[in-house]
């Protein structure tokens, strides 16, 4: 019997027609049959020489001696059962599970089966042969019904699991059809798989639409139609497209199964839900990378046409296009990027900017807007402690992404961000590592600030203490009693009281070189402290509300000695003149408004017309426009209803950050 | 506005270089009546003084000439030789309330502060608080402190068991006193706004200096060193 290429073929369904493979199996079988006889006659016949003639002994095939693509076949088989049932005793109820399972059987069907006939050395008896194939069949048409069924259950269940799993029994009846030969050709059997592939698109766009505003289950879909769309966009193009349309494959059957593989266990990874954050990423990555690699193949096969070289030339092409692609791959991979990677420079002026704001709530503000702009979450949230998250110091993400833990810092407590881009999205491990990018650099600026303001405040504490001790010394001199008799007493008092009001000016400005900077509210706590002990001592109580001012402002150096002196110098003439026995001061500050200090007490008032209390008044009035704004003292309405003073400041301080 | 006399006369020391401002703390002490008064002008002669007298009360320039108030200070309150045995009474005398050596002396022990050229009604009346055991605190102090604890300086001693979230070994009811005197509230409305005593409030504030570390006092010392305050004390 002359033999042909075609007995040699791989995989009987690379005939298109079912006159073509019924030939093949008879050929088959008679081979077989020749085969099995004990001694074979075998006449080589070359062209141009003489036929050479002998006989062979035949002995049966040792296991040992079966080629390799044999052993991985089986492998891949192996693996495909073995995951499959171990996804689906994990979560024996689920239909996804066991849909997943049932792929894992098919594919084992299909590969032992195909691996048995693939490897024959000659022939196989045509029964058998039919067997075998016809379960490669069954395999085929077990995992593309289940396949489909899948992805109908999850991530979402688009329809009731018992009707997802009417796609097997349908698979079934295909199978059967094109087993007993009822379908027209080898073709109809073929095209099973792509169009399995096409009605698991159909599902996922489906499952799109389902998972909308669900993070989780997006992500999970993304790499599941990732990891599908590579593998099988791999098969079809190595396998099932080049024995449409030449009749042979690129490279042999068994290999191709090597490229089902990852796409199978790449499902297992969704199904397991396994670091669902980072399978965004891994599923961007793995689109582009075969893209990328698609894109050079194909460049790589018109080369080769077009330059119509074989062997050595086409490898020493291919490898030059690999590499000289490289380039242009990272420059667009760096592209893609850099819409989600943030400029270090960016990122140091936005974390400068935060630490800058002139006070506390400021700066807590402006953090938590960064936060926003980076990640629009539905909910930022500040957390009360750190230790309910098991001790973890740095951010972290929570529940498998839908949150991130940002950690406190100096400018803010520890904060939860929930559901990103309004849910849209999944926090992942570089949104982390750029939180923590940025709470390392607020650290940092925060220490350089402090320090900073440090070295600026003792610089001015050590200027001023020189200004007190070479000043306020020779004043102070003055206070030293006159030895001298003959000096005019009356001249000598009034020298005293104006040099213990030039200290007492002096102390402000020494005590204001260290406080320089105060804000607002620091400023009237100092100064409620100091009037309230002058008063009470004075025995005088005090009503003064304790509490955060409702609006904080920055204070200029010349803003806090105007306003220091003047409440001063209110507090002094209670004491002094007022004969009181309680003061009630409140102090009005909103955001955008005026300031209101008023100072009320229950003493004997004084008489309008008693301008000459001293320069007291005056130097109200001289306090209060240095300030910008006015006072006003009101007289008593009625002996003993006491003193009422008003300071108003126009929006001054509302305009200091 | 007299201080009625002790059994013995009080032994009052003034410790202070510059004559006029040591003449002005003279006449603020002599609120105390039938006190003896000590002035001297340097640390050599404040010690060789201390050895001959018990003190009861002493006012110490934060920066004299040949020392460090701060190292006076200790040695003062190494001394128990007054006949009650307490050590004595050391206020600093001091130019601001906010001062880095002003901390390291609070921290090392000292009781009170004057403030350099203040009225003398109000350094009669700091000097009676400190000798009535008050401890001397101010909302800048206050606010210093709580700067301190926030930005985690080493310069607080950590205690076991001390809440971390309230951070750096303060307790959380030391941080609500600091935190109301930083507003402005004095010792008394702190202790009648968060319900104790005056006497707890006034250990919680002397609890909070005590863990002041020795560690800044020493860093204080090397800094009025360098600034050129100081010689080194023979």
New interface residues.
Partial sequence: MVLRDEDLLEEPDYLASWTAQNAFFARQDTLAIIARSAQVRVDVLRRGTEAISGSVMTRARAVAALPWTFWLQMLIGAVGLFVGAWVWSLKPEEWSARFYALTGLGLMLAVDASAVYGVRELALPAPLFRWLSNTNHAGGALFSGALCALFFVYPRALVRPTRAALLLPLAGAWWAINALYLTPDQQWSSGMLPAALAITLGASLWQWRATRGDPANRAVLRWLGATVLTSCSAIIALATLPVMLTGAPVISQGLGFVVILPMYLGIAVGLREYRLFALDDWAFRLLFWAVAMAAVLLLDVWLILAIGTRGAGAVAIAAVLVLTTAPVRRWVWGRFNARRDMQPVHLFRDVVSVTSASTDADSEQRWQALLNSWFSPLQIAPV????SDGGERGAHLLLHGRELSVPAT?VSNALRLSYANGGARLFTPHDVRLVETACALLQIV??SR?ALSEGMR?ER??I??DL??TV??PL??G??PAADDAIDAARVTSMQSDI?RA??E??NV??GA??AGITL??L???????S???L??AGITVQ?P???LQHDAALTGAQRHSLTAFLQEVVTNVIRHAEATQVVVEILHAPLCDLVVTVSDNGRGFDAQQVQHGDGLNNLHARASELGGHVRVQPPTAPHRGTTVTLTVPRLFGAAT | MTIQPHAAPLQILIVED????A??AQTAVSVFVGARIHVVHTVRDARSLLDQHAIDLAVIDI?LPDGSGIDLLLALKASSGNPTGASPVCVMHT??D???MLFAALGAGADGYL?????SG?MA?RLRAAMRGEPAI???IA?RVL?LV??GAPTLARTPGAD??SSAGLTAAELRVLR???????V??VAS?LGTSVNTVKSQVKRVYARLDVHSRVAAAEKARR?GLLFDAE
């Avoid at chain 1, 009237?524 to 100091?530: G, K, N, P, S």
């Fill in positions: 009360a402690a750190v230790a100096p925060e220490e402090t003792r504490v050590r001023a203490r007190h001790d306020s010394s102070l001199a206070l030293r213990k200290v007492a002096m102390r020494v005590t260290d406080r509210a620091n009237l706590a100092d100064l409620r402290y100091t309230v002990e002058r009470v001592a003064w304790l509490g955060a | 510059d004559l006029a401002l003449s002005l920066g130019v601001f906010t001062d880095d403030l350099k050229g203040e009225s109000m009346s101010s909302p800048a606010r700067d926030r930005t971390q979230a109301l005197i930083a507003q402005g509230a004095t008394a409305e706004t600034l």
